[in-house]
């Protein structure tokens, strides 16, 4: 057999000696299933330790951004300064911050202020700063839950200046306001981590159905983050897995075959590129979903893609947009990418839309979504009209299914979990 190519492709020679010795009565999703179920999740590639980034509770909201941008990721762990040097990981992380978190949080907070139902006193730190900014008109559901309107007015409510997250970013209210004291109401995933001992199956399952987007691995009673597993490193190891046996089997199947969700045309969640852009991402946060196309004013062709990461720009490049009276979802992916190229950074964003059909297979869309760095690729039609999509997640659900009762207690203890999270 011919020798690994890395570490993930060890992975799928792994997984390829038990394949070959399961029991024969096995259907093949049944002896993945169990292929995956004996391989512990420290088998996984590690993170160099220097990459394991961490945000100190008592870093301010401007130095989390500086830190997740600087170091070129979405998301990273809270660390509660307050515990032991000695304490567990349990008591030291009390969740997860990302980019979207932060801007939803900071857009709340002034609408909040307008409405005079936190930290609106004359001369508050929020009052000042909504006296610069105005008002983005937020709106609470039945649930609880925090949404920019939905009626005749969203775009207009949407629709702020291009100075506004230039003023926010400036504001001694950003600067001084600490991650940690929004880490319970606008985090968007606890800190739910992987022992060492844990299975693969286990990781994939809780990547896919369960919906995280990422996952620390910690020893059994350790106190310090030993890896992180992301979706992305997933599929890089199924790309690295191409000509294995039991590779072959699965990813040689066309979408239709596996039961893909490519959706019709008019379920897909998608935007104009003349509606704001905080309804973009507003949008996204509403219907669970990680990214949207930008239709093209006919609605038919993509003209490029949002996703959830890329609230980023707003907060870390917000001169770019100064000049817009509005910032569209054309304008933002027009301004972005102009950025992009003037500081010479490599970004899904600087590329056309990646397209697939029906009749692809599943390796080849593997082999995209991992050499393009994306996390979900258009289905379209004969004539390039835009009619689905398939993300990192859908690929990660086909690759195995959850046995009857499998989780049992596992959830107990989590970090109380944000409103309306889906694990």
């Given at each position: 057999m011919e020798s690994p190519r890395s570490p993930e492709a060890e992975i799928g020679h792994r997984v390829e000696d038990l394949w070959e010795v399961a029991e024969p009565q096995l259907s093949p999703s049944e002896k993945l299933n169990s292929c995956f179920e004996d391989i512990p999740v420290a088998s996984f590639p590690r993170t160099h330790p220097s990459q394991v980034i961490e945000i100190p509770s008592d870093a301010s909201l401007a130095e989390t951004v500086e830190i997740l941008s600087k170091n070129k990721i979405l998301s990273a762990p809270i660390r509660n300064v307050e515990a032991p040097e000695d304490a567990s990981w349990m008591d030291k992380y009390i969740g997860i911050v990302e980019f979207a978190g932060i801007a939803m949080w900071l857009l709340s907070q002034s609408d909040a202020a307008v409405n005079g139902t936190v930290g609106s006193g004359p001369g508050s730190p929020v009052s000042s700063l909504v006296s610069r900014l105005g008002s983005f008109t937020f709106r609470r559901t039945s649930s609880g839950r925090l949404e920019t309107a939905t009626d005749s007015e969203s775009d207009e409510a949407a629709s702020v200046g291009g100075s506004f997250f230039e003023t926010l970013t400036s504001s001694e209210f950003y600067k001084n306001t600490k991650v940690g004291d929004i880490s319970g109401s606008f985090r968007w995933a606890p800190f739910l981590a992987l022992q060492t001992s844990d299975t693969f199956l286990t990781m994939l399952l809780l990547l896919s159905k369960y919906r995280m987007k990422s996952l620390p691995v910690v020893e059994v009673g350790g106190d310090k983050i030993e890896n992180?597993?992301?979706?992305?490193?997933?599929?890089?190891?199924?790309?690295?897995?191409v000509g294995l046996s039991w590779f072959e089997n699965w990813g040689t199947k066309k979408l239709s075959e596996l039961g893909l969700p490519v959706m019709k045309p008019s379920k897909l969640v998608k935007v104009s590129e003349d509606q704001p852009v905080l309804?973009?991402?507003?949008?996204?946060?509403?219907?669970?979903?990680?990214?949207?196309?930008v239709m093209d004013t006919s609605g038919a062709n993509a003209i490029g893609n949002i996703s959830i990461r890329d609230v980023q720009y707003l907060l870390t490049a917000p001169k770019i947009y100064k000049e817009h009276r509005s910032i569209t979802t054309k304008d933002f992916l027009s301004a972005v990418r102009h950025h992009l190229q003037e500081q010479r950074e490599a970004s899904p964003l600087l590329h056309d839309v990646i397209t697939c059909k029906k009749d692809d297979t599943i390796k080849d869309i593997i082999l995209k979504l991992d050499s393009e760095k994306i996390h979900r690729i258009y289905v379209v039609d004969d004539k390039g009209n835009t009619e689905g999509v398939i993300t990192l997640r859908d690929i990660i659900s086909k690759l195995v299914h959850e046995p009857r009762h499998y989780f049992g207690d596992f959830f107990d203890g989590v970090v109380p979990l944000p409103a309306n999270s889906t694990v």
């Open positions: 992180i597993i992301t979706q992305s490193s997933v599929v890089h190891m199924l790309a690295e897995c309804k973009a991402f507003q949008l996204m946060r509403e219907k669970g979903v990680g990214g949207l196309p």
